[in-house]
T-cell receptor, first 112, second 115 residues
Framework: QKEVEQNSGPLSVPEGAIASLNCTYSDRGSQSFFWYRQYSGKSPELIMSIYSNGDKEDGRFTAQLNKASQYVSLLIRDSQPSDSATYLCAGTNAGNNRKLIWGLGTSLAVNP | GAGVSQSPRYKVAKRGQDVALRCDPISGHVSLFWYQQALGQGPEFLTYFQNEAQLDKSGLPSDRFFAERPEGSVSTLKIQRTQQEDSAVYLC?????????????FGPGTRLTVT
């Protein structure tokens, strides 16, 4: 069973701190990875995509991918209360390019 | 431009009723995905369309679930003889390219409650 695993949290950080969200995956053939933010009662919203090893930065967000370790992370700098949400990690399925494999999400709470 | 839209946003059905959920993807998006999301879970893949072709329906839970995208744009997910276990949020996502390698953009979802 191919899986994407995330710590369910809740992860609690003070406002202004760096929040670090982690994800591991079992499918060595996975090529593309995505971080989605989901507010309670809302649909997932794309935050970052990453396709190659290394770091990718977009504003306060940095995604990191390490294919050798099968590890993806999302760093949120200068965390704001508005960042409080569930963060979903998803990766492509090497055996079927039509579906993503989703983690269960990590709940993040940024405290003012 | 306009994002993905879904209707209705909320649907209450009595057990045994048929329901139809509509998805209007971003204009020009080739790929369309349907997902089912239960509370506290990640989205579960249901089916995938590339234009009008349904290339993967491996996630549909039973033959009571049926999806179509006849003109390669709007899609409808139909659930026949609804059961309580069908209660969930149904999400539609579209993508400008084929397959799941690229970003997907989600609609607001339809919350289905079967009583």
């Amino acid at each position: 069973q191919k899986e994407v695993e995330q710590n369910s949290g809740p992860l609690s950080v003070p406002e202004g701190a760096i929040a670090s969200l982690n994800c591991t995956y079992s499918d060595r053939g996975s090529q593309s990875f995505f971080w989605y933010r989901q507010y309670s009662g809302k649909s997932p919203e794309l935050i970052m995509s990453i396709y190659s090893n290394g770091d990718k930065e977009d504003g306060r967000f940095t995604a990191q991918l390490n294919k050798a370790s099968q590890y993806v992370s999302l760093l949120i700098r200068d965390s704001q209360p508005s960042d409080s949400a569930t963060y979903l990690c998803a990766g492509t399925n090497a055996g079927n390019n039509r579906k993503l494999i989703w983690g269960l999400g990590t709940s993040l709470a940024v405290n003012p | 431009g306009a994002g993905v839209s879904q209707s209705p946003r909320y649907k209450v059905a009595k057990r045994g009723q048929d329901v139809a959920l509509r998805c209007d993807p971003i204009s020009g998006h080739v790929s369309l995905f349907w997902y089912q999301q239960a509370l506290g879970q990640g989205p579960e893949f249901l089916t995938y369309f590339q234009n009008e072709a349904q290339l993967d329906k491996s996630g549909l839970p039973s033959d009571r679930f049926f999806a179509e995208r006849p003109e390669g744009s709007v899609s409808t997910l139909k659930i026949q003889r609804t059961q309580q276990e069908d209660s969930a949020v149904y999400l539609c996502a579209s993508s400008p390219r084929t397959g799941s390698y690229y970003e997907q953009y989600f609609g607001p979802g339809t919350r289905l409650t079967v009583t």
